[in-house]
């Protein structure tokens, strides 16, 4: 499979067969995360994996979006180790090192098989305190992560893509 053929059968799933994911495949795509680029290679990211269980029940108390996968990643970052624009005060580096770490294991992911889904509507303040991760760590997003439901489907705006033209512009 070519990159561009993986990227456009990527879809999110949004429906698990509770199949554990292989060590082998979770490590793949953590592994991916590591090698991520990062501002100035500060490497701010923290992944937390997240398995059935007690801290699988707080987190799905918070968040309803996990939908029933085997594997969470919490994925964020270290607001100690992000970089920081002098010349735009205030800009951090960290959620977009965070967004490139948690693209690179949603496309691993599926290159291992995995389905997996991006999950941004949560309040992550809550499920920080729910799941008692340090003061420092920002969280950003959840990855669902899993073998997909034999009934799984890409959603409706899977689709819907915008033309080419509309995305770029030449000057
Ligand atoms: C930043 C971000 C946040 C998202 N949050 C959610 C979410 O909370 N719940 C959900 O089901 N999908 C979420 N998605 C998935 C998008 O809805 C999905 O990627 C988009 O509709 C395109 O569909 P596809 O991934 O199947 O190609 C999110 C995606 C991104 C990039």
Not at 1 to 30: I, N
Not at 125 to 134: F, K, N, R, S, W
Request: glycine share 8%; charged share 20%; net charge negative.
């Amino acid at each position: 499979m070519t990159f561009l053929e993986l990227a456009a059968a990527r879809y999110s799933v949004r429906s698990y067969k509770a199949t554990p994911v292989e060590e082998e495949k979770l490590a793949a795509v953590l592994e991916a995360g590591r090698l991520a680029p990062t501002a100035v290679n500060y490497q701010p990211q923290k992944v937390y994996i997240i398995r059935p269980g007690e801290v699988m029940q707080r987190l799905n108390e918070q968040c309803r979006f996990t939908f029933g996968a085997p594997l969470v990643l919490a994925v964020g970052y270290d607001k100690d180790r992000d970089w920081k624009n002098k010349r735009m005060p205030g800009y951090s580096s960290g959620e977009t090192d965070a967004a490139i770490v948690t693209t690179h294991m949603m496309l691993a992911a599926w290159e291992q098989g995995l389905g997996s889904c991006w999950v941004g509507a949560a309040d992550f303040d809550a499920v920080h305190a729910a799941l008692g991760l340090p003061e420092n760590v920002r969280l950003t997003a959840l990855l669902p992560l899993g073998y997909a439901a034999d009934d799984a489907v890409p959603g409706p705006l899977h689709a819907q893509s915008r033309p080419l033209e509309e995305m770029v512009c030449e000057l």
